[in-house]
């Protein structure tokens, strides 16, 4: 019977307590088990480098529900508690405290964790990652008008930080190996834009070079760079990427590789067990890919369908992968999976900052930005599920209406 079945979620995140909120909504009326890591409750990691850094936000603001949200939807929220493993042949997971909660269904939810800088002087007091809400609140404590913070690493992290920090009046150096911000996700062209996003609210911007080594009697003093130069510091930032928090279930038996592998269904091929979040790479429909999404968008739709499925439902995970990023007074939106190489098309003035932008791969939309641009969504959604050919000079053109490039319109 139902009311007697276990469902256990490892990961107290976006995902996992999306799942929980799930299980319940979708009727479950048996026990649910949330376990988490940090000692609070789930919360979301978005504002962690924007309105949170900043203290414009606190974090009832960033929690996913009410703190009375758990107890009163029955949900055994365990907090400050660490999975040491997964015994599968009992289906069970035994805590670091050797407690064994045994389930009828599982979801791995457990996220991912910051890249280390891999220097000399990396470990001195005054090295910071950003992931956690404690983590923003320790770089909260020491941003401050005047101190000196050097930041590695122009990805989203990086960049939303270094707004952040020069919003809250510091001294801001941006180092990155590559020509441009973001220059790996967006390429050469968009990256260009945050360049000068930066570069305007004075940024002293390093690109084309790394960290050899950090330097400081205990604490960060300074940051030598590849390129022989140094840089005074008070604090560094590091944001260098992400990996899958994918132990758990590698030493289980389950197949990974970069991240937990799932069907459509978020499922693993372990029967009743399920990944969802960061760790999830999931197959794509009919293609024989997978894809990993790192985003807040992924982790809150990904945790309820992977609870529908627990109860024995089939529903496909088939969104459009999206991010957005506010940096200054730049916001935008990106959906789809473009890559550095693909082909830009721009409608409107990029210099302008209000402007869309297409990734083109064989001339197909593969995905699409809208910067400072709010109305344009649901028909790049639309556009990019079409997956088929649109002329260049149509994409660019804003006399030509979106909705008017889908087949669908084209042929009615």
């Not at 289906?91 to 389930?103: G, I, K, L, S």
């Not at 990805?155 to 270094?162: F, K, L």
């Amino acid at each position: 019977m139902q009311e007697l079945r276990t469902f256990v979620i490892v990961g107290a995140g976006l995902a996992g307590a999306k799942a929980a909120e799930a299980l319940r909504a979708e009727g479950f009326e048996g026990r649910v088990v949330l376990i988490g890591e940090e000692p609070v409750r789930p919360y979301e990691r978005p504002p962690l480098s924007k309105e949170y850094l900043r203290g414009e936000k606190g974090f009832d603001d960033t929690a996913v529900h009410p703190a009375a949200f758990y107890d009163d939807q029955g949900i055994g929220l365990r907090t400050a508690t660490r999975v040491a493993r997964l015994v599968l042949d009992r289906r069970a997971v035994v805590t670091e405290d050797d407690e064994e909660v045994v389930f009828d269904g599982l979801l791995l939810a457990t996220g991912s964790a910051p890249r280390r800088l891999p220097v000399p002087g990396a470990e001195l007091s005054g090295v910071h990652y950003l992931r956690t809400a404690a983590d923003a609140d320790a770089l909260r404590r020491v941003l401050s008008p005047g101190v000196r913070v050097v930041v590695v690493g122009a990805g989203w992290i990086g960049c939303e930080v270094t707004a952040s920090a020069r919003q809250l009046g510091a001294e801001v150096t941006l180092i990155e190996r590559t020509e441009t911000p973001l220059e790996a996700v967006l390429g050469a062209s968009v990256g260009a834009v945050f360049s000068e996003l930066h570069a305007e609210h004075g940024v002293d911007l390093r690109f084309g070079t790394g960290v050899e080594a950090i330097t400081g009697a205990g604490a960060v003093a300074q940051v030598r760079l590849g390129d022989g130069a140094t840089l005074d510091a008070d604090l560094v930032v590091v944001g260098v990427g992400a990996t899958p928090r994918t132990g758990l279930a590698e030493a289980a038996g389950l197949r990974v590789a970069d991240g937990v592998l799932v069907d459509r269904f978020l499922a693993t091929e372990a029967p009743g067990i399920y990944a969802a979040g960061d760790i999830a790479r999931v197959a794509v429909a009919d293609t024989g890919d997978s894809v990993r999404v790192e985003h807040w968008a992924a982790a809150l739709a990904q945790g309820p369908v992977a609870a529908a499925n627990m109860l024995g439902n089939r529903r496909a995970y088939d969104e459009v992968p999206f991010f957005f990023s506010d940096q200054y007074d730049f916001a935008m939106e990106y959906r789809g999976i473009g890559r550095p190489d693909d082909e830009v098309v721009f409608r409107g003035d990029p210099g302008s900052r209000t402007f869309l932008a297409f990734w083109l791969r064989d001339g197909i939309p593969v995905a699409a930005m809208n910067a400072n641009v709010w109305d344009a969504g649901d028909a790049l959604e639309a556009l990019l599920r079409a997956g088929a050919r649109v002329e260049r000079r149509a994409l660019a053109d804003p006399d030509v209406e979106l909705a008017s490039l889908t087949p669908e319109a084209g042929s009615s």
